[in-house]
């Protein structure tokens, strides 16, 4: 691995992850804002230099998140690295008063600035965007607009909706031809497209990626396609479980065709084994399912089947497809 690629690492992983997923707890008593104490049993690790740091109070031990692996693990530095790069997109839980900073602002709140902007219609900046830029099908778009999913964003960008179980917008995926990012302040859960009480569930890394399979499925009455924003927070974590935990249910890693969509497929594998339900792999032939629909619309409109580079009507994608568990 290249010093880039290890500095890369570095800076989307923080130490509090390591720490989180490996079953430590943040003690607030003893924490502050700039040396936060976690602990598990009479193990004690102090992670400081917001994240990228962290020392061993009973020992000499410290270091960046490469090194915490290695002394959380006891595993050398290879292992370390790979143990890392699993970790790239989990949001691991966070001190009560970061929290508090975090939601005072959408307080006034997210869903009165979702509710604050307009929904896309033919012609506008973010309709143009989805179907000429992302090569969406209108059919698509519209259903998503209905469902209440869709807000014009800045700039010709969109806002894709997270909503927790009950239905309350927790957020949004803000995508656009130059910008991509979360919702200041918001929480992410899941963007959900498609029948609530569908038992096959895509799980995607974006919400372009889920309405892109959606359009490659012509979809699919019995699916429920899912991004997870590129994150992987405890909340997420919980609502994929809820909606796995059905009977009857097939959760599908409709992840990237890339290191990282392998992890987060491994993730989803784990999920299905702990919500006893059916598992299975698919894999987009491109990098991800929106270079799918893309490239395949690109096919159809030069064989005349399409206009303007958008499919007259979608079908399903040609991709890897591996079955590994039955319900």
Request: glycine content about 10%; some cysteine; overall charge positive.
């Amino acid at each position: 691995m290249e010093q880039d690629e290890l500095d890369e690492l570095r800076n989307r992983v923080a130490c509090a992850a390591a720490l989180d997923q490996a079953g430590y707890a943040i003690d607030l008593k003893e924490s502050t804002r700039r040396a936060i104490k976690y602990r598990q049993g009479d193990e004690i690790v102090i992670v400081i230099h917001e994240g990228k740091g962290w020392f061993d109070p009973l020992s000499d031990a410290k270091g960046d998140v490469f090194s915490l692996m290695t002394h959380l693990h006891g595993v050398g530095f290879a292992v370390a690295k790979l143990h890392v790069a699993r970790l790239v997109g989990y949001e691991p839980r966070e001190p009560a008063w970061k929290r508090q900073a975090r939601h005072r602002k959408p307080d006034l709140g997210v869903a009165e600035r979702w509710s604050a902007r307009r929904k896309p219609w033919p012609g506008s900046m973010t309709w143009r965007y989805l179907r000429d830029d992302r090569h969406l099908p209108e059919a698509v778009i519209s259903a998503a607009i209905r469902h209440d999913l869709l807000r014009e964003g800045p700039r010709g960008s969109i806002w894709a909706a997270h909503r927790d179980g009950e239905g309350a917008v927790t957020g949004w995926e803000e995508r656009g031809p130059e910008w991509r990012g979360f919702s200041t302040g918001g929480a992410k859960v899941l963007f959900r497209f498609g029948p609530v009480h569908a038992l096959r569930l895509c799980v995607t890394e974006a919400a372009i990626d889920a309405m892109s399979l959606a359009a490659l499925e012509s979809t699919r009455r019995d699916s429920l396609y899912l991004s997870t924003g590129g994150g992987w927070s405890p909340a997420t974590d919980t609502a994929i479980w809820t909606l796995a935990a059905r009977q009857g249910v097939l959760l599908v890693a409709a992840t990237d065709n890339n290191a990282q969509g392998d992890t987060y497929a491994d993730r989803l594998e784990v999920v299905a084994g702990e919500a006893s339900c059916g598992f299975e792999r698919l894999r987009p032939q491109e990098e991800d399912w929106n270079a799918e629909l893309k490239a395949r619309s690109g096919k159809e409109g030069k064989g005349g089947k399409g206009v303007g580079g958008r499919p007259a009507a979608a079908c399903p994608p040609a991709a890897s497809r591996v079955k590994l568990r039955g319900p």
